[in-house]
């Protein structure tokens, strides 16, 4: 029996863990300090530096492998690459802005009331913002192969459906952020406290494994400022004309992992109308 399970049947009430109170929906009080424009800092620089990394890799492989077959870091080195550079960037900022690094993670957190709105607006734009130079900088030390292999940028592959292709990302981005949401969960924490679990690791091992199923159907986006800091340096009509997919798709897939993980997993619901029940009876 668990400690939940024991507290339901009376035994003892006091928890061993502590949800924080949900985040003011806008708090004027963050835009005073510097804490707050430090995080929007740090998403910007952990976004350029994963962009730069991941599609400099890309274009790199695609080079390597024009001439041979064999050559280059392949499929599973890509998507080594997106996965270890957000473990490494996630364990450098998540003391600082939280380590989201994608816009969708950010808007999955919003609505679980985790940030504020404030928050969320301006870490998405520092987080496109720095996608952008992270790409420019791929162009500006790569630019023999830049356009030439692609650019990095995000396109649905041939034989593939715009439904597929947005299926592909609801379901990569659901992924991610269910296991962002699980891996930084108080209650587990609290659970689990002997076996410590380092957050970043699992988040990593989530975006590397939805690389290695979704690479061929969409290049793999399920993080709108990687495809659209791509889209925007490369200028290319067909990444233009797929962006949707690319934002509405992890969009979805961050929102249901949301509700799935607080008003499912945790019974968020179930808790809220118990306090109203309570409060109508005093």
Not at 164 to 189: H, M, Q, W
Not at 209 to 237: C, K, Q, W, Y
């Amino acid at each position: 029996m668990g400690k939940d399970e024991v507290a339901e049947h009376g035994e003892f009430s006091a928890k061993d863990y502590h949800d924080p109170p949900p985040t003011p929906f806008f708090d004027a009080d963050e835009l005073k300090k510097w804490s707050f424009y430090r995080a929007i800092i740090a998403e910007f620089v952990a976004t350029l530096l994963f962009l730069y990394i991941t599609v400099l890799t890309v274009i790199g492989y695609k080079a390597q492998s024009e001439a041979d077959d064999c050559g280059g870091v392949g499929i599973l080195g890509i998507a080594w690459a997106f996965g270890g550079m957000i473990f490494v960037l996630v364990y450098c900022t998540a003391g600082v802005s939280g380590g989201h690094i994608n816009p969708a993670v950010t808007f999955g957190l919003f609505l679980a009331r985790k940030v504020s709105l404030p928050r969320a607006v301006l870490y998405m734009v520092a987080q496109c913002l720095g996608a952008i130079c992270g790409v420019g900088l791929v162009k500006a030390f790569q630019s023999a192969y830049y356009v030439k292999h692609g650019g990095g940028a995000n396109t649905l592959s041939a034989g593939y459906s715009k439904g597929t292709g947005l299926a592909a990302e609801i379901i990569g981005t659901f992924v991610l952020v269910y296991t962002v949401f699980s891996a930084t969960d108080p209650k587990r924490n609290a659970r689990d406290s002997h076996v410590p679990v380092l957050a970043p690791l699992p988040i990593g091992f989530a975006v590397f494994m939805v690389h290695l199923a979704t690479i061929p159907v969409t290049g793999t986006g399920i993080n709108p400022a990687r495809s659209f800091g791509a889209a925007v340096i490369l200028n290319d009509e067909k990444a233009w004309d797929d962006q949707w997919i690319f934002w509405v798709g992890p969009f979805i897939g961050a929102a249901i992992a949301a509700i799935y993980h607080q008003f499912i997993l945790r019974a968020g619901a179930i808790k809220a109308l118990g306090s109203f029940r309570s409060s109508a009876r005093v």
